[in-house]
């Protein structure tokens, strides 16, 4: 159901006409039609009120819920004396939904979500079933949910909250193909506790990781265990280490520069030794 279906429910629950709902909230009658025909939408003080009236949630009247009532055609039966005021109206909403369908989202300020201070804003445009845009930011659970999602709690291919989750995301905990923040899950992580196939931060866990401690296949940071170890301290099947270094295969820099230089050359490469001398070179 649209928003206009619910507050049109509603209203029929509740046995009012769009004059007696109009008159409560202190708008016109035109504007309550406008509201029931997704024309246009209420503004925040209108939303809270709505809200209060009919005992619902700004959740279930914006973007779930079921107000329990068949929703039917919105327009009121017109009297002769509305004739002239509803064909203008009806010139005047054409032009406001054709406006509306250009792809422009409506913003709304609400007191919802337990009564706390939220602001949310909700694309009209939607792709696979999800807004373009949600944005949802205030107190307690705020919720964003969309193709681009910024909340407490996000979920989005691009997500940005305290909580978010997504192909590309960044938040205080982070999960995502891409993922930014300080306790990170990813295809690539990076941020104060990150853990993906590439991981980069203070602490880091992956395939190829880089941090301060470094733990992973390929390993580089003050302390780096791995296959293949580089670090102030490193451990692993190659260490190569400034200050200590264990391991089947342990060298330190820029003492046996030489001897890892001949080892991985005659072992690996002579490019992968280039590459760690380079590499040894620039930790010392």
């Known amino acids: 159901m649209t928003t206009g279906e619910?507050?049109?429910?509603?209203?029929?629950?509740?046995?009012?006409?769009?004059?007696?709902?109009?008159?409560?909230?202190?708008?016109?009658?035109?504007?309550?039609s406008r509201w029931e025909q997704d024309i246009t939408f209420p503004e925040t003080k209108q939303i809270m009120e709505l809200c209060k009236l009919?005992?619902?949630?700004?959740?279930?009247?914006?973007?779930?819920?079921?107000?329990?009532?068949?929703?039917?055609?919105?327009?009121?039966?017109?009297?002769?004396?509305?004739e002239e005021e509803t064909r203008e109206h009806k010139e005047r909403g054409a032009e406001e939904k054709k406006?509306?369908?250009?792809?422009?989202?409506?913003?709304?300020?609400?007191i919802g979500h337990g009564g706390r201070p939220v602001f949310e804003y909700i694309?009209?445009?939607?792709?696979?079933?999800?807004?373009?845009?949600?944005?949802?930011?205030?107190?307690?659970?705020?919720?964003a949910h969309g193709i681009f999602a910024l909340g407490i709690f996000s979920a989005g291919l691009v997500s940005a909250g305290i909580f978010s989750a997504g192909i590309l995301s960044a938040g205080v905990f982070a999960v995502g193909l891409a993922?930014?923040?300080?306790?990170?899950?990813?295809?690539?992580?990076?941020?104060?506790?990150?853990?993906?196939?590439?991981?980069?931060?203070?602490?880091?866990?992956g395939v190829m990781s880089f941090g301060a401690v470094a733990i992973g296949h390929v390993a580089v940071g003050a302390f780096a265990a791995?296959?293949?170890a580089v670090g102030d301290v490193a451990r692993g099947w190659?260490?190569?280490?400034?200050?200590?270094?264990?391991?089947?295969?342990?060298?330190?820099?820029p003492q046996a520069l030489g001897e890892l230089k001949?080892?991985?050359?005659?072992?690996?490469?002579?490019?992968i030794a280039g590459l760690f001398e380079d590499l040894a070179n620039i930790l010392h």
């Open 179 to 205: 993922a930014l923040g300080c306790f990170v899950l990813g295809g690539a992580a990076f941020g104060s506790v990150a853990l993906g196939l590439f991981a980069a931060g203070a602490i880091a866990v």
């Open 262 to 271: 001949e080892f991985l050359s005659a072992n690996v490469s002579p490019y």
């Open 226 to 228: 791995g296959q293949f």
């Open 99 to 110: 406006r509306d369908e250009s792809g422009k989202g409506v913003t709304w300020g609400v």
């Open 6 to 32: 619910k507050i049109y429910g509603c209203r029929k629950r509740a046995g009012m006409t769009q004059e007696e709902l109009a008159e409560r909230l202190g708008v016109t009658r035109q504007a309550v």
């Open 123 to 143: 694309s009209r445009r939607r792709l696979w079933g999800m807004p373009l845009v949600h944005i949802c930011l205030g107190l307690g659970m705020c919720r």
């Open 238 to 253: 190659l260490a190569v280490g400034l200050t200590r270094a264990d391991g089947a295969h342990a060298f330190l820099i």
């Open 54 to 82: 009919f005992h619902i949630s700004s959740d279930e009247l914006l973007f779930g819920g079921d107000t329990g009532v068949q929703t039917e055609p919105q327009h009121e039966e017109e009297t002769p004396e509305r």
